[in-house]
């Protein structure tokens, strides 16, 4: 059932709401305690702007390697990537700094993506991993080149 609700934030948008006509009423109630979907989308959009300049503010003095990947994929990675080495480096007493060392040495934008939920240890633990992989890829390559 269509229903015109005015939002909280003053904008009329119309809704349609399932249900028992209790449910519906309830819904409808809901609703307008909220905002419209146009002011929900421009805040969530304005919060994610201010918490993206603050995570760049914070990890401008790193010298940070370029992203590898598809341009999509740099986007989307440098974002992920600012939040978790600005989260890294606001939490000192849980980071060391090599932890944060090992983690400006990856520059494969997939990972950051595939990786971007893990809580902190496991985000670290990942990283020791596949630094430790990429130094002892050169040295096998230095063996195979002089055999």
Avoid at 30 to 38: A, D, G, M, P, S
């Amino acid at each position: 059932m269509e229903q015109r609700i005015v939002h909280a934030c003053g904008h009329e948008q119309v809704h349609v709401i399932y249900g028992f006509d209790a449910q519906i009423a309830h819904k409808a109630r809901w609703l307008r305690t909220t905002q419209c979907r146009t002011c929900f989308i421009a805040d969530k959009q304005a919060e994610q702007a201010k918490e993206a300049t603050r995570n760049e503010a914070a990890i401008a003095h790193l010298d940070l390697p370029e992203l590898a990947g598809s341009e999509r994929q740099i986007e989307w990675a440098t974002s992920i990537r600012a939040s978790r080495l600005a989260a890294l480096t606001f939490d000192p007493i849980k980071t060391a700094d090599a932890d944060c060392a090992l983690c400006l040495q990856i520059s494969d934008a997939k990972w950051w993506i595939d990786h971007r939920a893990l809580p902190a240890g496991e985000f670290i633990d990942k990283a020791r991993a596949v630094c430790a992989t990429a130094h002892a890829m050169p040295i096998m390559s230095d063996r195979v080149q002089s055999a």
